[in-house]
């Protein structure tokens, strides 16, 4: 089992820079590949950002490409978001997950094997 817990949420407005951190424990995670979903009121959860094992192979959705980045310190099993320049339709819950071999070929929340109890971001405008 691993346990996945995220931090770093809050109330930010628009236009600042948040980071989410995902700790995991439980077991290494180091090849596992992990990524961040979202999920805003009345909406079906979203892929956000995914990365590989090896951290060279990263993902994003097109809605945060460009502002969002993903990373993992596989030494600290500990996964991040940086998150910048941000909009109110950022707003969501954000959920850390991760996923053991093998693989499925795309980012889908039913393909994660274990999620967190997700932190919240809210941004204002």
């Known amino acids: 089992q691993v346990q996945l817990v995220e931090s770093g949420g809050g109330l930010v407005q628009t236009g600042d820079s948040l980071t989410l951190s995902c700790a995991a424990s439980g077991r290494t995670i180091s090849n596992y590949r992990m990524g961040w979903f979202r999920q805003a009121p009345g909406k079906e959860r979203e892929f956000v950002a995914g990365?590989?094992?090896?951290?060279?192979?990263?993902a994003y959705a097109d809605s945060v490409k460009g502002r969002f980045t993903i990373s993992r310190d596989n030494a600290k099993n500990t996964m991040y978001l940086q998150m910048n320049r941000l909009k109110p339709e950022d707003t969501a819950v954000y959920y850390c997950?991760?996923?053991?071999?093998?693989?499925?070929?795309?980012?889908?929340?039913?393909?994660?094997?274990?999620w967190g109890k997700g932190t919240l971001v809210t941004v204002s405008s």
């Open positions: 997950a991760a996923d053991a071999p093998p693989f499925g070929g795309t980012w889908v929340a039913a393909g994660m094997d274990y």
């Open positions: 990365i590989r094992y090896s951290s060279d192979i990263t």
